[in-house]
């Protein structure tokens, strides 16, 4: 395992002593226990979550040991994204809880840096590719403080790191997919998470964002970060991963890669099986929602 | 019935010229006019800078239906106290405007009815009992001098000392809060998922919102009225969204056009005898809309086909240039060509070929003298750098993308116009200087100096 960082040094690996020890000290703002490295990076035990009423996510347990490239593999509907947001305590759970380092992830806020799916919002909103970027230190910063010079300059080494610095003053909609992806990255960045949580970041992007994101995947790693991916691409995702989650509304497998991606494996994630899984779960749902079947 | 006919002019004076209006207006001495104007001002500042959140939050139509549904609140306000007393017609207003946000969000939550249809449902619904009480109570002995029909379309000169100090109270508070929780605001109505997820309490700002959004709306009901008080808070943020990239820019331009729509609708609602002081105030902010729809540097409508039409004319230019490029074939690159043979070959009109002939005159790329077209030194170097760009693209095409040689024409055809000099630059590099294009044809080599930047 890569040797452990101190909590809030530079994501961009390039804070100087001086940088982070004033962070350190305004940091009283952040929800950040002492990360304890003894315990998983993410621990989670029986986590059931519903929309709506409906359940999709059924009894998880899973551990994630810190450093790992973990890819959350499933079908259209398997509860992908629902456990990215469940993880980060967005959700109302119907049982169980998340634990980041041994700690309630309600309390571990900053530790964890989350990536959304580009179509989530609205690219005609009037903010700058570094606007977005900054948002992503917002966190670091009080309620009624301004982001500092020190903020700023982190803002403009993750979006340097991920390629995208010289947009730094282009309104988003005039960035390509591409290019938009990279911002929301240089955003995760900037947060200086020991998480990180992405939501298909891969999702209709170019060659070259593709190849970037993986670059900078790889040396999250090597700095000791751990990374949830949610991807769909069944062809790259052996190659881009150590391990693997493979679900669909259960948790079908966790484990190492040449472990887990097998055709049984995902012949059980994918195949029909696990139909009568969502039949019960539309079934719940209009009994709990009073209607008739 | 014709509400809000009681109009701030005839308190004023009646029957006097437009001119004598416009004095006694700016002159400011009788008080109900100083307290319109500076009522005017105020709703415009605060809706104006909430608009913008309504309008980037797509909840236009929840702002229309708070404005029409405080209507029975503000009548059963007067029921019980049988006065038009400030704070009780506000505390009636507010209680239906939460009634009603109320009503949209359990409808939508609890049946299958979408939020539009729940907003339309409330909007009307909540309308309807406002305009059934309003009747009964000017019916009432007590209730024809209420001016409740003023709520309708709004009057300015109906703004008492007291209304004014509740709508200066409540525009502070607006202007405050947005200007202390301005990034808050801007990453929850941004990506909400994402602002949760670094612990901003979106639903406490959502709350913060809605609230805000209601006091105003009822800060704004007196002088706008009902019927239009959402057009306070739509129109200006749209007008500002329009002109600017910026939500910090958006909000300033938002507060400053609202302001001004209040203040100048004020006065066009005093000059122009017996219109209410609502539809002159909202008739002058579509009227900023519409100039900004218009004529905005970077939105305008008028902008945009000005820059489609500019890029049009360039490639009909470079087409020409191209055109006459070709037909020299080996001849001195100043040989003079006659406009009909051009137009012949290309399968023009001559008039067509005459006017972009022209227009090439006018940026010196060519000389026109009658029916003789010459390109100038300028005009050949840019007419080379069009044919190189649309041989290298073919090649690169080709060669790269394993497209066959009879598909490539059209697409070099678009993008000869557009590749700059560096990805030429790029191009060259990658396919390694080449001399031909897969058509055999020789791609030329213009000097260095003569990348022309004629009409970008």
Known sequence: MPAVRE????????????????????????MIAEPRHDKPALEIHDLTVSYHKKPVLWGIDLAVEEGQLVGVIGPNGAGKSTLIKSIMGLLPLSSGWVKAYGEPIEKQRGLVGYVPQRETVDWEFPVTAFDVVLMGRYGHVGWLRRPSADDKRIARECMDKVGVGSLAGRQISNLSGGQQQRVFLARALAMESRIYLMDEPFAGVDAATESAIIALLKELRSEGKTCLVVHHDLQTAAEYFDSMILLNMHLVAHGPTSDVFTPELL?????????ILADAAEAVAVARRGRKL | MIPGTGILADRVSSDATIFDQLATFFAFDHLTLVYGAIGAVLLGTSCGLLGCFVVLRRMSLLGDSIGHSVLPGICVAFLITHTKNTLAIFAGAVVAGVMVTGFISSVTRYSRIKP????????????GVGIVLLTRIQRMSFGDQSGLDKYMFGDAAAISLGDLRLMAAITVVVVIAVLLLFRQLMVTTFDETFAASIGTPVRLLQLILMTMLALAI??????????????????????????TNRLGRMLFLSALIGSASGF??????FVLNRIPTGPCMVLTASA????????SPTHGVVQRTLRRTRRKRRVQRENLLKAV??????RPVDTPLSISSVAASGGETQGYVRAVARSLARFGLARVDGDKLALTPDGTARAAQIVRNHRLWELYLTQEASIAPDHVHRDAEEIEHILGEELVRRLEDMLDHPAQDPHGSKIPRPGGSVLLQEGA
């Open chain 1, 7 to 30: 909590a809030g040094k530079d994501a961009c690996g390039t804070g100087g002593r001086k940088g982070s020890h004033r962070r350190e000290k305004r940091s009283t703002k952040i």
């Open chain 1, 267 to 275: 012949q059980r994630t994918y195949g029909g099986r696990l139909t």
């Open chain 2, 116 to 127: 539009d249809t729940a907003i339309g449902l409330a909007l009307s619904g909540f309308f």
């Open chain 2, 218 to 243: 009822v800060a704004a009901l007196q002088a706008v009225g009902v019927v239009l008080v959402s057009a306070m808070l739509i129109t200006p943020a749209a007008t500002a969204y329009l002109l």
């Open chain 2, 264 to 269: 100048i609708g004020l006065l066009l609602s």
């Open chain 2, 288 to 295: 900023f809309f519409t100039l900004a729809f218009l004529f």
């Open chain 2, 325 to 330: 490029f070709g037909l020299l074939d080996e």
